[in-house]
């Protein structure tokens, strides 16, 4: 199995930046991605931004150009570098890990980090 822990998250105004990170631990071996979701209250929970094995990327539209993922192999850490925060990207961030293919659902998530941005 898969464990993944994130750290970073916090209070920032807007046009802030604050950064993301998700320590994965266990049969990392199994993961052909990974990536992050938010989930603001009361609504349902999106995909943010992935990172395949390769090294592809993808982003939500409403994020191109402010948030950048990336991924330490090393220390099988991924990182979500965030930039010109708006109020609107307030919710609670959860890192996921695939291993079976971006298609399907994440096979492992995160406990979550709450972001906040203030106006």
């Known amino acids: 199995q898969v464990q993944l822990v994130e750290s970073g998250g916090g209070l920032v105004q807007a046009g802030g930046s604050l950064t993301l990170s998700c320590a994965a631990s266990?049969?990392?071996?199994?993961?052909?991605?990974k990536g992050w979701y938010r989930q603001a209250p009361g609504k349902q929970r999106d995909l943010v931004a992935f990172?395949?094995?390769?090294?592809?990327?993808n982003y939500a539209d409403s994020v191109k150009g402010r948030f950048t993922i990336s991924e330490d192999n090393a220390k099988n850490t991924i990182y979500l570098q965030m930039q010109n925060l708006e109020p609107e990207d307030t919710a609670v961030y959860y890192c996921?890990?695939?291993?079976?293919?971006?298609?399907?659902?994440?096979?492992?998530w995160g406990q979550g980090t709450q972001v906040t941005v203030s106006s």
């Open positions: 266990g049969t990392t071996y199994s993961i052909n991605a």
């Open positions: 996921a890990a695939w291993s079976h293919g971006i298609n399907h659902s994440p096979n492992s």
């Open positions: 990172i395949t094995m390769t090294g592809a990327t």
